[in-house]
Structure formats: C-alpha cells, structure tokens
C-alpha cells in the first residue's frame, strides 16, 4: 500500500498544502487500522499482511514509527485548525467593531502564593547578641553597674554550653524549650485538576444566550437534465436554535480577623474559590446534565455517536468512532477524552510475544491515539471514552470571566465578617451532535 502523499522527514509536512495534511492523516490512520484489524485482539505478527513483520518486535516498532507520521500530520493539522479559528474570530471582532463586556476569559487564576520565609524571624548568636547589648556598650565606656544582654537568643546558649563549666546541664526539656515556628506552607487536598478545559476553543460573547441558525433540512435533487426540461427542485430548511449562558459559582464568609491577622489567607481564599469555580466548569464541559442551570456536556448531547466496543480491541473501538465522526458528522476529530483507569489498558497492550504497543516500561510512551491527543481526565466517565471535532463543531462562549466580589450578606457588618464570591458565565455548545462519538465498554 504506497500512500499519495509522501514524507521522509517531519520537516517536510511543513510544505504541503492544507488538503494534502488532512489526507496524509487519513491515508495512515487507515494504514494503522488495517494493520491492527489483521492483527486481531492478540497483536499477532503472522496474521499482518499489510506491512512486513515477521515477529512481534518488528511489528511493535513499525506500529511506532506509523504512529509517530501519523503523529507529525496530526500537529500539523491542529496548526491549520487554530489559524482558521484565528482568523475566523479576527475577522468576527472584525465585524463586531467593539470589545465584549466582562473580564478576560483567559485569566483564571488570581491572586498569588505568600512567601513563607519573607517575614521568618533573624535569631542571633551569643557573640551577636554580646556585642549589640548594653552590657557591651558599658564595658567598652569603662561603666560600672550591672548590665543585661538584651535580645540574647535562648537557641544560641544552648549550643555554646560546652564553653562554659556547668553542674546541671540546662537543656529543652529541663530548660527552656525551643520556639517552633510554622513555615507558612499550605498543603492543598488532592483534587481534579483543570484538564478539559484546555482542548475547548474559547470565544467571547455579550449576550445572554447562544443563538444560531442550523441547517436540518438538505434535500439535493441536483440531477442531469435534457436540453429544454426542467430543473430538479432541491429543499433546504433552517432552524434557530439558541444555548442559554449560564451561571457557576461559590462564596466563603471570612471574618475581619482572620484577613487583618494572616497576610496571605485573602490570597489563598481567593485562589480556592477561583479554582472550585473553573473545576466546576471542567466537568460539566463533558458531563453537564443539560437541565438548568446545568450545562449540557458532551455526553448529554442528544445523537451523538455511539461505538460499543464489543470484542475489539480498545484503539479498534476508538478508530471506529472517530469513523462515525467522519462519516455521519463529516467531521475531523481531533481528540479524545478518556478515564485514566480506561487508558491503562491502552498503555499496557502487547503482542503475543509480550512486546508493548505503546512503548517501553521504561518509556514515557505516547498520550495519543490513531494520531489525536489523548486527554486523561476523571471528568470522563470510567468505562467510555469521547472522541469528536472539538477544533470546528463546540465553543466555550464566556460571557463573564471569572470574577472575584466581596460583600456584606444579612449580619455580615454587625458579626465583623465579610462573604467572598467568585463566580462566572458561559454557555457551552455543540454544533453538530454526529461530530461527536461515545465509545462505550472499554
């Protein structure tokens, strides 16, 4: 099988046109396919016809170094995606003449970590201490009198005891115990980080609500006709939809104290709160029920794809429904979303002769799959994996950045307590439900 488009180096895809790109993916993803479909769910060497491969190492290397091109076309690809997208929104700000109401999407994080050793208190030494105290001071002046070494680190005496001769030995736990001093360092609960997010293209809005015309009606009657007869009639039909923006957010009372008397709790309440906000938003990106004021995410979209896996193999599955998104959404994928408990089984394939698919223990090995990033996320649901064209067909419209308020509610003034809120506004859409696929059983 020699494929149309031809590369030797990585380098080298840099030249081709857009369409060429879109069709190397396409070439060596079904090359891959044919290759793991021969195979069958033992990865067995013999049975490949495809490619030569005479034992499961030379399989397992060529499988890598197919995936690795496949690899090289898939980045070159989501270079393509995000100029158009580039230019798409250029060309809309272009239009629009004006800067959307709220604050800047992208800026997500607030605030700043304290410096837990900024304000540790200098201990001095014996001599230090000797030579800053009035005793010293009289002594130099030839003063009589008794005089008291101020400031004399309690610490520093202890460990200059051997200079002096002493009967009892004058130590923490028959002494004077040491001060101990918290290090400022907070220790944050293990928690999801923001991991979906990232993979959604983000636009701005200032409306309450997403609308859009959809086309649900495309009859085409275009036919050959004889000199003279008529023209077939086609029939389009356009419909309105519209996703409503919603709202996600948190509050937390502090009281007048704790912010007077802990330089860095603000900082670390506004940070948190931030954080809930935007992890909020991360799951329901993919699971939001859709009932309001839930978002709708990817897996609530009514007729998406769906691909069972059934008997095959789990990246069988997965090219399977990337095929659907092609096929019935007439879509390009361009990234799967998977449990990491569900990737496990991916990571750990091998041949029958026990060679690994996707790399060496000792390696790092690819987080990709049929040359599309592999998102490992507990947002996803264990057991199924989504694939879809998130690049064209789905957009995080933010009305409303996330935002940090601080107010008074009922007897916050009178209890010498304030209440922090963070919070934001978006509406999360997808165009088209058959750009997206469910591979559920994995």
């Known amino acids: 099988m020699t494929f149309a488009v031809k590369v030797e180096r990585k380098e080298d895809i840099a030249s081709l046109s857009p369409e060429d790109v879109r069709k190397g993916v396409a070439e060596r993803g079904e090359r891959l396919h044919k290759v793991f479909e021969e195979a069958g769910e033992h990865l067995d060497p013999k049975l490949v016809k495809t490619i030569e491969a005479p034992d499961g190492q030379a399989l397992a290397k ?18 393509l995606d995000a100029m158009d997208a580039a230019k798409a929104n250029a060309e809309r700000a272009r239009k629009a003449g004006q800067r959307p109401a709220g604050a800047d999407p992208t800026k997500f994080a607030p605030g700043s970590d304290p410096d837990p050793d900024k304000d540790a208190p200098k201990r001095m030494s014996l001599g230090q201490a000797f030579v800053k105290s009035g005793a010293y001071a009289a002594a130099t002046k030839r003063e009589r009198g008794n ?27 028959a002494g004077w115990a040491p001060e101990t001093t918290r290090t400022g360092r907070v220790v944050l609960d293990a928690q999801r980080e923001i991991e979906v997010t990232d993979a959604i293209p983000m636009l701005p809005t200032t409306q309450a609500a997403i609308v859009y015309m959809e086309e649900t009606t495309f009859t085409n009657s275009a036919a050959e006709r004889s000199e003279g007869g008529a023209y077939a009639e086609s ?48 799951g329901q990106i993919l699971a939001g029920n859709g009932t ?16 069972a896996k059934g008997a095959d193999p789990v990246p069988d599955a997965v090219y399977k429904g990337m095929d659907l998104c092609r096929v019935t959404g007439r879509a390009l994928p361009n990234v799967v979303f998977s449990h990491p408990t569900d990737w496990q089984a991916v990571r750990l394939l091998r041949t029958a002769d026990g060679i690994y698919i996707w790399g060496s223990p000792s390696e790092a090995g690819p987080t990709q799959i049929w040359g599309l990033p592999v998102v490992l996320t507990t947002a996803a649901t264990e057991g199924s994996m989504l694939v879809g064209d998130y690049a064209r067909f789905s957009a995080l419209h933010v009305r409303q950045g996330l935002e940090l308020a601080v107010g008074f509610v ?3 003034f009178t209890d010498g307590r304030v209440t922090v809120r963070a919070g934001l506004r978006v509406a999360m859409v997808h165009f088209r439900a058959t750009a997206f696929c469910e591979v559920t059983g994995v």
């Open 410 to 412: 009922n007897d916050d």
């Open 62 to 79: 060529q499988i890598a170094a197919m995936n690795d091109e496949l690899g090289w076309f898939q980045e070159r690809t989501a270079e």
């Open 292 to 307: 309001p004021p839930n978002l709708t995410g990817t897996y609530n979209v009514s007729s998406i794809n769906t691909q």
């Open 235 to 282: 029939t389009l039909t356009l419909t309105e939809q519209s996703v409503t923006v919603r709202s996600i957010g948190t509050s937390l009372p502090m009281t007048d104290e704790q912010i007077a008397d802990e330089a860095g709790a603000a900082a670390y309440v506004d940070m948190r709160l931030g954080f809930m906000v935007r992890q909020r938003l991360d």
């Open 147 to 173: 005089f008291l070494v101020e400031d004399l680190d309690a610490q520093a005496v202890i460990e200059a005891k051997s200079a002096f001769e002493q009967k009892t030995l004058f130590e923490t736990t």
